[in-house]
Nanobody, 126 residues
Framework: QVQLVESGGGLVQAGESLRLSCVTS????????MGWFRQAPGKEREFVAA????????YYADSVKGRFTISRDNAKNMVELQMNSLKPEDTAVYYC???????????????????WGQGTQVTVSS
């Protein structure tokens, strides 16, 4: 079982930044692909970013490219999402997901991740 805990959400104005964190006590964290997804009210959970177990490759949704950066620190069992130039349309509950042995082509699909955190709310006002 992998338990994930997100933090760092909040209420900000458009153009501001937030940094989300996701931590786990799982000692094999470094073996997991980590992804960030978000879900707005009435919408499906959508892919935001993912990072390979080694941290060597990152992947982003087109809507956040150039604004968001995903990173991980395997020594701290942590993955982070730096979000800059936030827009009102970024408002959602953000979730981190974890799964071993995910093919890169499958990173954007929430169904590929077997473990999820409880989510953290991000609200961007205009």
């Amino acid at each position: 079982q992998v338990q994930l805990v997100e933090s760092g959400g909040g209420l900000v104005q458009a153009g501001e930044s937030l940094r989300l964190s996701c931590v786990t006590s799982r000692r094999t964290f470094s073996a997991y692909t980590m992804g960030w997804f978000r879900q707005a009210p009435g919408k499906e959970r959508e892919f935001v970013a993912a990072i390979r177990w080694s941290g060597s490759r990152t992947y982003y949704a087109d809507s956040v490219k150039g604004r968001f950066t995903i990173s991980r620190d395997n020594a701290k069992n942590m993955v982070e999402l730096q979000m800059n130039s936030l827009k009102p349309e970024d408002t959602a509950v953000y979730y981190c997901g974890a799964q071993m042995a995910v093919a890169p082509s499958s990173y954007p699909y929430a169904s590929e991740y077997g473990y999820w955190g409880q989510g953290t709310q991000v609200t961007v006002s205009s």
